[in-house]
């Protein structure tokens, strides 16, 4: 790994301003700019403890295929994969040639048994045309509620066109029930698989790719991202070929058994107002995770993502959204994230003693975000500290990498599988209980799947990047000085 020093900003007092509100939107936004501190050590420290990382390439989990930018979903026993990309990096394409071919796309859904480590798979053909091409999209929004999976957008090519000449950002939303497709890839039966979906006329609404999306009191939060038009290239798109999304979308459904629709008149937006060219909500490909917020309830994390008007720089401002029943705010912290501003797996954990959220990245794309000079694959893995009672953030790295025995880069567009034995502080969000951590003994506490394996740090495109099935297992030890190890 590429040594730097990371830049941190200063501390800065907290402000806060009431935005006028913007029709559709989410009533009383606030717009609030936070500090930071810094703290750049080898551990993560975490008040009276550190936690330390090891990461280590593990073979308990063989036969799964390589994917990256999928969508992921669960039972007790399976693992569920839909859409994404078989190869590695996008590439930046100037001579006429595809950054996403349609050979490359995933058109294949797969169904990994724990118990038995058997992989079976079904493809999209089965499915109507709406459903077969987002099945087979990269970069679908997407979250699960229970057995239920949501998936909404997506980016690639229509089965529709030939050659793979009519690229677009779907505009679907969907409904998978986990449990019934599984048992439709492992039966290999199409009319199963197409029972096991259900899917809502199209709307602009849920039109995006490259964002993230989360359920929270009722409500689905479609977090940034894009929509893109046509094929990608190298150099600025046309107008009216890429728009950023410059918000987060928040919305109602109704859905029964066997049918599923948006509520229209449930639409809000979450926003600044500004400018494209200087809205802080201009983002995409980045890590978006539920976390307790200011008020200690559930809310959603904003961090890094690509690309700033203009420059074309990482973001390094986290955005806050706090959810208070139907209504939301937002926050903007003036700290700045320097490394791991790119998609990856990542871990929320939350500490009700210390009132502190901390959200650990682990690798993928922007090794110093300060170094304006490229974007390159990082091995770290960094940890975001935001203390809810100072409003104060800080960053550290850990000493341990993202990386194999082979010295390549991992990270990039995968996927973080929470341990059955996690201590969860709020399991319907995945959020890891800090303070329930034992001390000083080490605990598995999950697992990173997939993503992109790049042999470099520069992001050359495929000639040095490939789809990744590699599953790392990621131990955590809570360092308490003192204190005995748990039994």
Not at 144 to 168: E, V
Not at 473 to 478: D, F, L, Y
Request: proline letters at 5%; glycine letters at 8%.
């Amino acid at each position: 790994m590429r040594k730097r020093k990371l830049f941190f900003g200063t501390n800065h007092k907290l402000k806060t301003h009431t935005m006028k509100k913007l029709l559709p939107c989410l009533s009383a936004l606030v717009f609030i700019i936070q500090g930071c501190s810094d703290n750049p050590k080898s551990d993560t420290i975490f008040g009276g403890a550190t936690l330390s990382y090891s990461i280590s390439q593990t073979d308990e989990f063989p036969n799964l295929p390589p994917l990256q930018s999928f969508v992921f979903g669960q039972t007790t026993d399976a693992w569920l994969f839909i859409g994404g990309r078989t190869n590695g990096f996008h590439g930046f394409p100037n001579d006429g040639n595809l950054a996403f071919p349609r050979k490359k796309a995933n058109k294949w859904i797969y169904a990994y048994t724990l118990s038995t480590h058997s992989l079976d798979s079904i493809s999209v053909d089965s499915l109507p045309v709406a459903l077969k091409d987002q099945f087979s999209f990269t970069n679908i929004q997407h979250t699960q509620d229970g057995d239920s999976l949501y998936l909404c957008g997506g980016y690639g090519a229509t089965f529709t066109s030939p050659n793979d000449s009519t690229f677009i950002t779907d505009s679907t939303f969907s409904r998978v029930i986990v449990s019934q497709m599984v048992a439709a890839v492992k039966s290999h039966s199409g009319a199963q698989l197409r029972s096991s979906v259900v899917y809502a006329a199209p709307d602009n609404f849920v039109c995006a790719t490259g964002g993230e999306m989360f359920k929270i009191n009722g409500r689905f939060y479609l977090c940034v991202g894009q929509r893109y038009q046509g094929g990608y290239n190298a150099g600025t798109p046309p107008p009216g070929l890429q728009t950023y999304l410059d918000a987060v979308h928040s919305f109602t459904i109704t859905q029964t058994a066997s049918s599923i629709s948006l509520n229209t008149a449930s639409y809000q937006t979450i926003t600044d107002g500004l400018p494209d060219s200087t809205t802080q909500f201009r983002r995409r490909d980045l890590v978006v995770s539920p976390g307790i917020q200011t008020n200690e309830m559930p809310g959603i994390s904003i961090y890094g993502g690509v690309f700033t008007f203009g420059p074309g720089y990482p973001f390094t401002h986290p955005i806050y959204i706090t959810v208070n029943g139907q209504n939301a705010t937002y926050a903007v912290d003036t700290s700045h994230q320097y490394s791991n501003n790119y998609a990856a797996a990542n871990l929320g954990l939350y500490s009700k003693t210390s009132k502190k959220m901390y959200t650990t990245i682990f690798g993928g794309i922007v090794e110093n975000a300060a170094d304006t000079s490229q974007a390159s694959f990082t091995k770290k893995v960094m940890t975001i500290s935001r203390d809810l009672q100072t409003n104060t953030t800080t960053y550290t790295t850990d000493a341990a990498l993202m990386t194999a025995s082979d010295n390549k880069y991992y990270g990039a567009e995968s996927d973080f599988i929470l341990a059955p034995n996690a201590p969860l502080y709020n399991a319907t969000y995945g959020i890891v209980d800090f303070d329930a951590l034992p001390a000083n003994q080490p605990l598995v506490i999950g697992y990173v799947f997939g993503g992109i394996i790049a042999s470099a740090p520069d992001n050359n495109g495929q000639s040095n990047s490939s789809a990744s099935n590699k599953v790392f297992k990621v131990t955590v030890t809570r360092n308490v000085a003192g204190t005995p190890p748990t039994k």
